[in-house]
């Protein structure tokens, strides 16, 4: 079964500084993972995602993030947080069997601090 | 493209009411999914279409939920009656194949409160 872990509800960082979002996920399958961000009052919208082909992956507003099997997580990155980037981030993991049901984390909020 | 599409965005009733809650996919996506998100329990998948079938319904909480997909461009979810339990922001999204690789679009949200 798959799942998804992601450590630390609320993180806080200050204007410019590196954001780092941890997510550890289990699957008896390997991994399809997503990181997702959902600003108030909006639904998600897709931030990236790793499909097995390179283990780091970039996406949208400067977020990064590495998969590295041997520690079996996926944890977001930005070097240089924006106010812009105060909302809620989740991680996702699907099947790699064809089917794309997705299992979310419980979601980590990010507070950038002027 | 205008996204996925969803209404209403908020609905307040009172319990024992039928509430309905409509979705319009991104057109030519030929998966739509219902989520439900809640503090407690977080994001949950209630039930799942492909060409308008349903696949998987194992998420839907109870026998008070059900879910139709008369077309491709429309899907609603019905709670009857409701319970203040059901309070929750649900969430629609579709996607284009079924790939394990592939995004799922998602919509603003209907954020539901039950009196």
């Known amino acids: 079964a798959q799942s998804v872990t992601q450590l630390g509800s609320h993180v806080s960082v200050s204007e410019g500084a590196l954001v780092l979002l941890r997510c550890n996920y289990s699957?008896?399958?390997?991994?399809?993972l997503f990181w997702y961000v959902q600003y108030p009052n909006q639904g998600l919208q897709l931030l990236l995602k790793y499909t097995s082909a390179a283990t780091l992956v970039k996406g949208i507003n400067g977020f990064e993030a590495e998969f590295k099997k041997s520690e079996t997580s996926f944890h977001l990155t930005k070097p240089s947080a924006h106010m812009s980037d105060a909302a809620e981030y989740f991680c996702?993991?699907?099947?790699?069997?064809?089917?794309?049901?997705?299992?979310f984390g419980t979601g980590t909020r990010l507070t950038v601090i002027p | 493209d205008a996204g996925v599409i969803q209404s209403p965005r908020h609905e307040v009733t009172e319990m024992g009411q039928e509430v309905t809650l409509r979705c319009k996919p991104i057109?030519?996506?030929?998966?739509l999914f219902w989520y439900r998100q809640t503090m407690m329990r977080g994001l949950e998948l209630l039930i799942y279409?492909?060409?308008?079938?349903?696949?998987?319904d194992s998420g839907m909480p109870e026998d008070r939920f059900s879910a139709k997909m008369p077309n491709a461009s429309f899907s609603t979810l019905k709670i009857q009656p409701s319970e203040p339990r059901d309070s929750a922001v649900y969430f629609c999204?579709?996607?284009?194949?079924?790939?394990?690789?592939?995004?799922?679009?998602f919509g603003p949200g209907t954020r539901l409160l039950v009196l």
């Open positions: 699957s008896s399958v390997p991994p399809y």
């Open positions: 057109s030519g996506h030929d998966y």
């Open positions: 279409f492909n060409n308008n079938v349903p696949i998987d």
């Open positions: 996702a993991v699907s099947e790699g069997t064809g089917a794309n049901n997705l299992f």
């Open positions: 999204a579709s996607s284009l194949s079924k790939g394990a690789s592939e995004t799922q679009y």
